[in-house]
């Protein structure tokens, strides 16, 4: 069903006839066609000949008579493709009668590990763990969808110096007292009055210490204490999970405990292969390729001075784990950018150990930071970082009195959902409408506005299309075919048969602006097409082809949105 792979399998043997040999056809949407190839430029540099010449004799060459109706010349030596109507009609119709939208589960599935979220369990959950979360769970939703066996992996900061506080404030506090504090939600003011003893009192910082060194060492109380205080933020995670539409469960906790018994046998592996040097009383891994300002290889950290380990040793313990005992070949690491240059430092030392050999590859999919409207990094008017938990509240509350106001023939319980589907769609469209290697700027205006590329007015499409059904007391008709006449069903369907293109593109890239891109084209795409095309008042052969293609585009950026993790309610 996609019509860019049949012209270019067409232009693909008329350039082999007139080069002699493979060419890429480059073939590609265009503004002054529907397709255009520019690959007699590129040839005829090759043949040392004019270029408008090299590209009539592949025109004549090439089998496109079933598919276009119009091929021209253009230019310098471009080839404009005009698709047959029939032909969109025909690959639309098959569109439209496929539960998958004519995108078929991948030939070659693997098994993919997407690391992502990944909150400290000292703290609770912030705006800093929003893109993270995600990205990464509209991976996993594409991923899986395509065929892939997705793994998720949510890598739970719940071990270390940190806990060592935690556990000694908490039996400092009493049981009860401290159940109180976690019970309340506040786990930011738990972690910040044991960080201060921390900091203020040299014999409490002494028992944190010695705490950490009996939780790695497996002794009984403090591992059941240990638990007591990560369980409530467990329980926290889940529910904010819940309320952003995320996949994760508790099955997907992974967090650095779960790594600790493999820390040991990872580092002497590491040691037998001779990759371990002793650096100021640390053992180091130092990888090929990477060094410092000066010069001087950089080192990995894989067990402290003190006997401890760094967080470089769970992450290759991570890595070990996943290839050798989950099979997965391909590592998504949903991290922000800062840590680029870790990872593929972590990633370099797993090559040099044999544990990512191809097929299996790492991939670090990195992201910039969220800004606030003044430019600065998105804070709170008193200075900490927002709490993910608040921010939902504040884009469901301002959804819903968006709701009212364009609405208000819903009632409270319709108002309800769709100010949550409104509220959250729009936090996670702004996220991932936008690329995610850049900066955004975090603003409730442009998030919720009905124009534009946001969530909301995506929504607002596909409950337009269902209204004309709901107004009209009738469904599309199953296996109706797709007939086109008019140019602008023409282009609505040329923009329709583009999905498959898209869909195949990031599951490579992981690049979901090019999605939201598309889905908001699309959506944009069918305004004009209902502007100009009546469905409802045209005679019932047309009516019921236009009644296809409505259905079809509701299905499209209804899925479309569905990956994105974006909910689509009918009413708004």
Known sequence: MNVEKLLAGRLASALAVVAGGPVDPAVRRSQHADFQSDAALALARRLDRAPREVAAEVVRSADLGDLCTTVQVSGPGFINL?????????????????????????????????DYSAPNVAKEMHVGHLRSTVIGDAVARLLEWLGHRVIRANHLGDWG????????????????????????????????????KFDADETFKARARSRVVALQSGDER???????????????????????????????????????????????????????????????????????????????????????????????????????????TRLLYVVGLPQRLHFEMVYQVAREAGWLRPPARAEHVGFGSILATDGKMLRSRTGPDIKLADMLDEAVARAGDLARQKNPDLDDTEIAEVARAVGIGAIRYADLSTDRTRDYVFDWQRMLSLDGNTAPY??????????????????????????????????????????????????????????????????????????????????????????ALCDLTARTLRHGLYLLGIATPDRM
């Open 161 to 196: 110096t940190p806990f060592g506080m935690l556990i000694e404030h908490l039996l400092d506090v009493g049981g009860s007292g401290a159940a109180h504090e976690l019970s309340v939600g506040d786990l930011d003011t738990f972690y910040k009055a044991a960080r201060a």
């Open 222 to 328: 403090t591992r059941r204490l240990w638990q007591l205080l990560v369980a409530e933020p467990e329980r926290h995670f889940l529910t904010v999970y819940d309320r952003l539409d995320v996949t994760l469960t508790a099955r997907d906790f992974s967090g650095e405990s779960f790594y600790n018994a493999m820390l040991a046998p990872v580092v002497a592996e590491l040691d037998r292969q001779g990759l371990v040097r002793d650096s100021e009383a640390a053992a180091c891994v130092f990888p090929d390729g990477f060094t410092g300002r000066d010069g001087q290889p950089l080192p990995i950290i894989v067990r402290k001075s003190d006997g401890g380990y760094g967080y470089g040793a769970t992450d290759l313990a991570a890595i070990r784990h996943r290839t050798q005992d989950l099979g997965a």
């Open 458 to 547: 995506l929504q607002y499409a596909h409950a337009r299309i269902r209204s004309i059904f709901r107004r009209a007391a009738l469904a599309a008709p199953p296996g109706t075919a797709i007939t086109i006449r008019e140019p602008a069903e023409h282009t609505l369907a040329i923009e329709l048969l583009a999905f498959g293109a898209v869909i195949a593109a990031v599951e490579q890239t992981l690049e979901f602006h090019r999605l939201a891109g598309y889905l908001y084209t699309l959506a944009t795409t069918f305004s004009r097409f209902y502007e100009r095309c009546p469905v409802l008042r045209a005679e019932a052969d047309v009516r019921a082809s236009r009644l």
């Open 82 to 114: 005009v698709v047959a109507d029939s032909v969109l009609g025909s690959l639309a119709s098959a569109m439209a009668g496929d539960d998958r939208l004519g995108i078929a589960p991948t030939a070659t599935p693997e098994t993919v590990v997407t």
